[in-house]
């Protein structure tokens, strides 16, 4: 039975997100709003590193199903239209703009009209065939109008992860759509045309809004960039320090992790922010900020993953056949399910660091910036004093191809505790890919990670003498 209940998975995992479809794109014209006065696409400047703020602007409704009580939802509007394109790129897109509208009401579709509906800002993630991920930024609400409506989400398809930044922006199309669908539209064609800015620099763009006249909208990026797509205050809000921690050693031996939780938004954010805990590594694997109903088979995978799943939905995964997984609740802040060694598989002495630096100081912190940074910083440490050594266990070919030496790697480590941890994290794919990247590399990234390796090498190198001076 649970092979039968993992393979369908499977199969609608790769069904509705990854395989081409044949035949000719969707025609949603006759649900779709129009945008005003475009007779043909405008063309994008090029610019340095080829990044763009973003590459869709979606509405999608809830649309009754014929017979049915049951709503779906579609898109209704889409900015821009893609034109001439390729064959692959055609299936490329129409793969794209079907799986989405999953995505933005993952609740399921039993809907009724209301009259009040809190606002939700919440995210998501897409993988591409060849393993790289466009982010959803949405934003749910009611639409504009009197009496009983149901909700609407505003989407916005982008390869950059900036979860600040596309808030304000939606922020800004949620104010033109109430005047008009017809003013969003030259908001974004001039974002649209932006350069997306270095980390630390400001856009501005130059919007007519009727009524109120010329607005000009800045829009500043980060300057520690490797935060820019995360913000931990909801993780904070919702766990321990020490219970973070534990999610932590889950996720860096690349465990099978689930959270629970009620609100779109605090679920997308902690799942983020879980994510954002690995750097300077990458989670490659399965990652699902929030689980549409339809795919919820996904926590029965034999795979790792990280997934978030509505509360509503609690008993269904509670039910399914699942091993070796730590099952969170944000609302209660428990776990209901875990492995049972998560407070043993990181190195005791730098889990009492960990937890110590997070301890320290949090009454001063006053920024979503600030508060990034306290959290993080404890966790790229560790990552430092346990791996930071790897760029002098790189051994070059005179053609600058680089080979890892993972045995005298590991035996580099003084640290008995260091050394079993380090042996076991060297074999997930965490590392693996961090590793391929820099046998490619004829010098060490010049990044936040690199900086916090050089400090600590100088620190070391400064607490020597004393030392000796000392004896």
Known sequence: MEGQVVGRAFRLLRRRL????????????????????????????????????????????LKKKRSEDDYEPIITYQFPKRENLLRGQQEEEERLLK????????????????????????????????GSRKIGYCRRLLPAGPGPRLPQVYCIISCIG???????????????????MAVIYPFMQGLREAAFPAPGKTVTLKSFIPDSGTEFISLTRPLDSHLEHVDFSSLLHCLSFEQILQIFASAVLERKIIFLAEGLSTLSQCIHAAAALLYPFSW???YIPVVPE?????VCCPTPFMVGVQMRFQQEVMDSPMEEVLLVNLC???????????????PPKLQDDILDSLGQGTSELKTAEQINEHVSGPFV?????????????????????????????????????????????????????????????????????????????????????REKTVK
């Not at 933005?104 to 993988?127: H, I, K, M, Q």
């Open 18 to 61: 990854l395989q081409p479809r044949a035949g000719p794109p969707q025609d949603n014209s006759r649900e779709a709003l129009k945008e005003p006065e475009r007779a043909q696409e405008h063309p994008l400047p090029n610019f340095a590193g080829g990044q763009h703020f973003f590459e869709y602007l979606l509405v999608v409704s």
């Open 99 to 130: 799986a989405i509208p999953l995505f933005c009401f993952p609740d399921g579709n039993e809907w009724a009209s209301l009259t009040e509906y809190p606002r939700e800002t919440f995210s998501f993630v897409l993988t591409n065939v060849d």
């Open 162 to 180: 900036c979860f600040g930044l596309f808030s304000k922006i939606l922020d800004e199309v949620e104010k033109r759509h109430q005047i008009s």
């Open 284 to 286: 490659a694997h399965t």
């Open 294 to 298: 339809s795919l919820l088979a996904t």
């Open 332 to 346: 209660e802040g428990t776990f209901l399910m875990s492995v049972g060694d998560e407070k043993d598989i990181l």
């Open 381 to 465: 440490q560790f990552f430092v004093k346990t791996v930071g050594h790897y760029a002098s266990y790189i051994k070059r070919e005179a053609n600058g191809q680089g080979h890892f030496q993972e045995r005298s790697f590991c035996k580099a480590l003084t640290s008995k505790t260091k050394r079993r941890f380090v042996k076991k994290f060297v074999k997930t794919q965490l590392f693996s890919l961090f590793i391929q990247e820099a046998e490619k590399s004829k010098n060490p990234p010049a990044g936040y990670f690199q900086q916090k390796i050089l400090e600590y090498e100088e620190q070391k190198k400064q607490k020597k003498p």
